[in-house]
């Protein structure tokens, strides 16, 4: 067990770059991976069954103690990150499957590496965690919600089913996660200790799942531009989260977390989706956003927390 704690460890500081390597090794043997791709609905769940996992109910109490931040954060990133997904794909001209790849990462809930970068950037972690449990929890409705309204005029958008779809592969395993870590307690320790390892595994096949699905049309002339629709994409979510976070006056760690909570997407789930209910080709941002988030949140909470000072 130590030594799988040490790999988790070894593993976790060293994901940015494992992500790379894999996708660059799915891009050159794409067969590796492609029995994952009708598999990532259960990888998906692997990882929100971790996360419900580490919850407690004093997370949800947390939420009710301290409800507005929590909400305010969670609405900025409901905000914010569809309508700039919305506005980009009219800025770059992106049609079709792409536009809508976009679209569905851009109304995605916040990524788990948010709160990661939020506790090495010195971020409050407790507001992190509370906004990423509660935008995950409203998925089911606000991503078939959002997809309808601003992707409706790329591709048919089957709301029904993106809504119970969404409920049964993110809402029931944190839900499972949260009632077994109650009934079993302490005794679930070991295995809560070693999901980080399981969760980013799991990310990992989904990655290596979506390459390699997609390893023809990736570096194309239509997919081209997905790569710096992405990146604007993320690096103006983190702009417009730090600056709803100091018009509403919150302190430091809080902007931190509001910043990484509104900047990072769930894109694990982006590309699930995309694959299940669209064509793999709208999968493409959803990989792409996986690989930049974790470069920038790794680059923006190291210089944060060396220059946490000038911040306020």
């Known amino acids: 067990m130590n030594t799988l704690e040490k790999f988790s460890k070894w593993l976790s500081k060293w994901f940015t770059i494992a992500v790379i390597l894999w996708s660059i090794f799915n891009y050159c043997l794409p067969s590796t991976s492609a029995w994952v791709i009708p598999n990532t609905a259960y990888l998906l ?14 997370d949800f109490k947390r939420i009710a103690q301290r409800p507005i931040p929590v909400i305010l954060g969670t609405i900025a ?39 990661v970068m939020a506790f090495l950037s010195g971020g409050d972690v407790a507001l992190d965690v509370s906004i990423e449990t509660l935008s995950t929890l409203l998925a089911p409705i606000m991503l078939p919600a959002l997809l309808s309204l601003l992707a409706g005029q790329y591709v048919a958008v089957p709301a029904t089913s993106l809504f119970l779809s969404t409920l049964r592969i993110v809402v029931v395993p944190i839900i499972l996660g949260v009632l077994i870590h109650s009934i079993f307690g302490k005794k679930m320790n070991t295995i809560i200790r070693i ?24 570096f194309t002339t239509a997919t081209a531009v997905v ?12 702009t417009l989260g730090f600056t709803f976070s100091k018009l509403l006056k919150l302190e430091e760690p809080q902007q931190k977390a ?19 209910y669209f064509v793999p080709q709208a999968a493409i941002p959803s990989t792409i956003f996986s690989i930049w988030h974790n470069i920038s949140g790794s680059i923006l909470s190291s210089w944060w927390k060396n220059h946490s000072k000038t911040i306020n």
């Open 227 to 238: 790569i710096p629709v992405v990146i604007l994409h993320n690096l103006c979510g983190y």
């Open 195 to 218: 999901m980080p390892l399981i969760s980013q595994l799991a990310i990992l096949l989904i990655v290596g799942a979506v390459i390699s699905a997609n390893h023809a049309n990736i």
């Open 77 to 115: 990133h409901y905000v914010i990150m569809p309508g700039l997904a919305w506005l980009l794909c009219l800025i770059f001209h992106l049609k079709g499957a792409t536009a809508a790849g976009v679209i569905l990462v851009g109304s995605c809930p916040s990524g788990t590496s948010s709160s």
């Open 45 to 58: 769940g692997i990882i929100l069954f971790g996360m419900g996992l580490t919850l407690t109910t004093e």
């Open 258 to 276: 509001i910043t990484f909570e509104v900047g990072m997407q769930d894109s694990s789930l982006g590309a699930t989706l995309a694959i299940k």
